[in-house]
């Protein structure tokens, strides 16, 4: 019987390379999304037909409502930052960035681990393209992992060390995409936007959009998904 | 201007014996209570009793549905035991455990914390008189810390470095009432029972009521609350 591993996924194009490298190195994959106060229900809507896709053994959607507390661009109280291209990104820490959110992600992905029997999980961090996020660097995912094995049950009474697989942490966007296009995942079911319109269209020049789009451009590759504003290259 | 701190409170014995000590050492308590799929609401309601009367600057209830997952007798799919006196509480960790709950509560804590620029979370864990728990271990906590100084925008480029105080963590039962009594502490206001009636008493006879019952007869003092089942002493 294959391995259980929890993968986060939001629907994105990273979570949803992740869910296909964990397919192919032989893992049974339990999807997780987390409704975090997003503004716009279009990610979980893209991260069911991704687990649809890429055949979930379960998808489940947890709920915790960060939006309590505001301070970040995407739970709602700062506007999204829009630029023309990725080289106007400005140094440090973006505003999109969401006080301690891959903590509390990874921290119900293993309450979900520990309850399947996992020691698996996967997540679409990624330290290059977006170096600017803290929750994305190697060091802390390994302090979370060495956290996790002091924390549950399964590590401490049972001998069952978690391990976090964060296979994109080190690619550049362009190589996620080549990755993902070579494990045949359809990006076309995936949504980045950070602001989509009302119409569910990426508005093609928030951060998430800019990144995309380059990153496709560098594989040499289409984006499947309809833009808003333009369909070029950042 | 005092300094903030982020205070996990349950409305239990521990969490706010842990609240009027954050009072005393000059802390601004926001009081953090999570609604995590618990069978009953009457823990939230005596949270709610307890940040009032302990002059919570802030007061937020935060929801996580951890009962989407299982695997403990407090989410809901396992009964809660009941035993006639502590001695009688098996080794190892209890079915009470809930998979990686203070890792998650800790997360949202630290959330909030970062939003409301507070450096200092605390938390009533306690490793001696119920040691089953492997989230309740001074290593666990630490590491926790280090977790979190690798994980948030305030560490990283602010320099604002979380600590996680413990109070209680190598105090009996007895010596957390003694001191919560000495600060003035109503425990007529909280509540411990893992498994209430429908009229709100507590069964005695819970793992949670039997060391709360243990710990006030050490103390030599009266438990203010009432029991379903008897008012005496484990």
Redesign the interface.
Known sequence: MPNKAVILLSGGLDSTTVFAIANREGFDGYALSIRYGQRHAIELAAAERVAASLRAAEH?I?????N????SALTGDIDVPKRERVADLPP??PAT????????F???A???A???EATDIFMGVNALDYSGY??C?P??VR??E???N????????QGRRTTIHTPLIELTKAQIIERGLALGVDYGLTHSCYDPGSDGLACGSCDSCLLRLKGFSEAGAIDPIAYKERCGVA
């Not at 309590?68 to 301070?71: A, E, I, K, M, T």
């Not at 002091?150 to 009474?157: F, G, I, Q, R, S």
């Open positions: 489940v947890a709920d915790v409502n960060l309590l507390f505001g301070g440090g820490i960035y969401v006080p301690a959110r891959n903590t509390v990874l921290a119900i293993l309450a979900w520990e309850v399947l803290p929750d660097r060091e802390y302090a979370f060495t956290m996790a002091l924390a549950t049950k399964a590590a401490v009474e």
